[in-house]
T-cell receptor, first 109, second 121 residues
C-alpha cells in the first residue's frame, strides 16, 4: 500500500535548537513528496516539495530512497515554527494526495 | 490571490440533523478533494472529483455522507443524519492535477480552504 508514516504526534524543542520532523513512505517507484504546514486554526498550506529542492522559511527536506524517508529539517527553530506539519504523497496514480497523521511541533522559549 | 472558500466556518448541530458544508474551489482547478481532520486519524480523504465527476468516495460512510459538485464553482458535502462521531474539521481542497510529460510524475498539489469545524452534540 502507498502511504506515509509520521511516527511522532508531538515534537517539542527549544527555540534555537535543531528540528527534524520524520516522514517515512511506502511507494513502489519514484515518489513525489510534499510537506504541508497548518498554523493554529488556519488552512493547510504547502511548505515545500522534494522536486523543487527548495528551502522555505529555513526548512529543507531530502528524499532518501534507501531509507524511504523525507524528513523535514531546520537548523534553528523559531517560535513562529510552532504548527502542525503533514507529510503527503500522491497516490492513486497521482490522482490524489495521501497525508500522514501529522506532527505537532511546539517551539518553547 | 485566489483561495478556496468554505462555509460555514463553524457548525454546531444536534445529533440526527442534516449538515451541509459548501466549498468554492479555485477557478480553473480540475480536482476537488474533501478531507476530514481529527486528532486520532489526522487527515482522511473522504472523496474527490475530477472535472466535477466523482472519482473516488471510498473514504466516506456511504449510508450517511454524500458529496456532489453541481457546478464548477460549488462542491458540497452532506451528512444525514449526523452523529457525534462526525465531529471534526472538514477541509475542502482544490488543485490542477496533470501528468508532467515524460517524467512519470504528476503535478499533484492541493490548495486548502479554512475548513468547517463541525460539532455534533
Amino acid at each position: 500500500a502507498q502511504r506515509v508514516t509520521q511516527p511522532e504526534k508531538l515534537l517539542s524543542v527549544f527555540k534555537g535548537a535543531p528540528v527534524e520532523l520524520k516522514c517515512n513512505y511506502s511507494y513502489s517507484g519514484s515518489p513525489e513528496l510534499f510537506w504541508y504546514v497548518q498554523y493554529s486554526r488556519q488552512r493547510l498550506q504547502l511548505l515545500l516539495r522534494h522536486i523543487s529542492r527548495e528551502s522555505i522559511k529555513g526548512f529543507t527536506a531530502d528524499l532518501n530512497k534507501g531509507e524511504t524517508s523525507f524528513h523535514l529539517k531546520k537548523p534553528f527553530a523559531q517560535e513562529e515554527d510552532s504548527a502542525m506539519y503533514y507529510c503527503a504523497l500522491p497516490t492513486g496514480g497521482g490522482n490524489k494526495l495521501t497525508f500522514g497523521t501529522g506532527t505537532q511541533l511546539k517551539v518553547e522559549l | 490571490d485566489a483561495r478556496v472558500t468554505q462555509t460555514p466556518r463553524d457548525k454546531v448541530t444536534e445529533m440526527g440533523q442534516e449538515v451541509t458544508m459548501r466549498c468554492q474551489p479555485i477557478l480553473g482547478h480540475n480536482t476537488v478533494f474533501w478531507y476530514r481532520q481529527t486528532m486520532m486519524q489526522g487527515l482522511e480523504l473522504l472523496a474527490y472529483f475530477r472535472n466535477r465527476a466523482p472519482l473516488d468516495d471510498s473514504g466516506m460512510p456511504k449510508d450517511r455522507f454524500s458529496a456532489e459538485m453541481p457546478d464548477a464553482t460549488l462542491a458540497t458535502l452532506k451528512i444525514q443524519p449526523s452523529e457525534p462521531r462526525d465531529s471534526a474539521v472538514y477541509f475542502c481542497a482544490s488543485g490542477f492535477i496533470a501528468a508532467i510529460g515524460g517524467t512519470g510524475h504528476f503535478k499533484t498539489e492541493a490548495f486548502f480552504g479554512q475548513g468547517t469545524r463541525l460539532t455534533v452534540v
